[in-house]
C-alpha cells in the first residue's frame, strides 16, 4: 500500500479546511491507500473530528524541541498528540533555512515526538549547489546521521524518511526516478552503516518536491520509494484526488 503524506503548509483556516475535507474525504478511497494529512495547527481539531473514523492519519508540520514551559508560541509533542496527532514533519528545508532547525534541534524534536507516542517524518535532500558538487550523500548522510543520534533501531519503525531536494520543492522540477533511487539508495546505505541491514530494508522512503497530478505516474515508477510528500498539490481536493487515484 502506497503511502500519501500531504503538507499543507501555512495554508487554509479551519472553515476552508472543513470545506476542503467534506470534498475531499466523500470522494477518496482511503482503504487502498495510507493517507496522512498534515494540517495547520489551527486546523488539527477540524481534521480530529473528520478524518476520525476514516483510515486516515492526521499529521502536524512541526514540533518544539523542548518538552514545555517557558518556550512562548511554541507547540509541545504532548499537545500534538492529544490533539489526535500521529505524524509530524521534522526538518522541512523550509524551516531548516527559514528558521535556521540544525541536527541537534531536529534530533532533540525527533526524541521528544516518540516519547509522546508520535511518529515522525523527517524531512532530507541537498541544495542543487551541493547536487552540482556532487555532495549529496555527504548531506544525506550528515541530516540522517545528527537527527537520528541515540536512537534505538526499533523506533525507526515510528520513523518515514522523506527524500525532499531542496531544489525541487516548489520549484516545478523534479529529479529523475533514477536520481531518486540513486539518493534512495544512499539514504539506505546511511541507515545500514548505522543501525542494520534490516533496518535499511524496512524504513520507509517518500520522495517530495513538486509531485502533481502530471508527474506522479513516472515519479511512482521507482522500485524502492514507499510514497509521496506533497505540498503544492494538495490544496486542490481534485487535483489530491487524482493524484491519489494514480498512485495506487
Ligand atoms: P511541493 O512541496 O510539493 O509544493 O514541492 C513539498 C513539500 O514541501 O513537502
Known amino acids: 500500500m502506497k503511502t500519501l503524506i500531504a503538507n499543507f503548509k501555512m495554508n487554509m483556516t479551519p ?29 488539527l481539531f477540524i481534521g480530529d473530528f473528520w478524518c476520525a473514523d476514516k483510515n486516515i492519519r492526521l499529521g502536524a508540520q512541526n514540533l518544539s524541541d523542548e518538552e514545555e514551559g517557558r518556550n512562548t508560541g511554541e507547540i509541545s509533542g504532548a499537545m500534538l498528540k492529544d490533539s489526535g496527532v500521529d505524524y ?27 516519547k509522546n507516542g508520535l511518529g515522525l517524518i523527517l524531512c532530507v535532500g541537498e541544495s542543487l549547489a551541493e547536487r552540482n558538487t556532487l555532495k549529496t ?12 543520534k541515540g536512537l534505538y533501531e526499533n523506533e525507526l519503525e515510528r520513523i518515514i524518511i522523506a527524500y525532499e531536494p531542496v531544489w525541487a520543492v516548489g520549484s516545478g522540477k523534479t529529479p529523475s526516478p533514477k536520481e531518486i ?8 546505505k546511511v541507515v545500514c552503516d548505522d543501525f542494520s541491514l534490516g533496518a535499511s530494508e524496512s524504513i520507509r522512503i517518500v520522495y517530495g518536491g513538486s509531485v502533481d497530478s502530471k508527474n506522479i505516474k513516472q515519479l511512482n515508477s521507482c522500485k524502492n520509494i514507499n510514497g509521496f510528500l506533497i505540498g503544492q498539490a494538495c ?14
Not at 550523500?137 to 537520528?148: F, R
Not at 490544496?235 to 495506487?248: A, G, Q, T, W, Y
Open 235 to 248: 490544496l486542490d481536493p481534485n487535483e489530491f484526488l487524482k493524484i491519489c487515484s494514480l498512485v495506487r
Open 181 to 188: 533511487e540513486e539518493a534512495v539508495k544512499e539514504i539506505k
Open 137 to 148: 550523500y555527504e548531506v544525506l548522510k550528515e541530516q540522517i546521521e545528527s537527527a537520528l
Open 15 to 43: 472553515t476552508q479546511t472543513k470545506d476542503y475535507l467534506i470534498t475531499f474525504l466523500s470522494r477518496v478511497d482511503s482503504e487502498k491507500l495510507d493517507l496522512t494529512l498534515c494540517l495547520p495547527y489551527t486546523s
Open 88 to 114: 509530524v514533519i521534522v526538518g522541512h528545508s523550509e524551516r531548516r533555512k527559514r528558521f535556521k532547525e540544525d541536527g541537534k534541534s531536529i534530533n532533540r524534536k525527533i526524541k521528544i515526538g516518540l
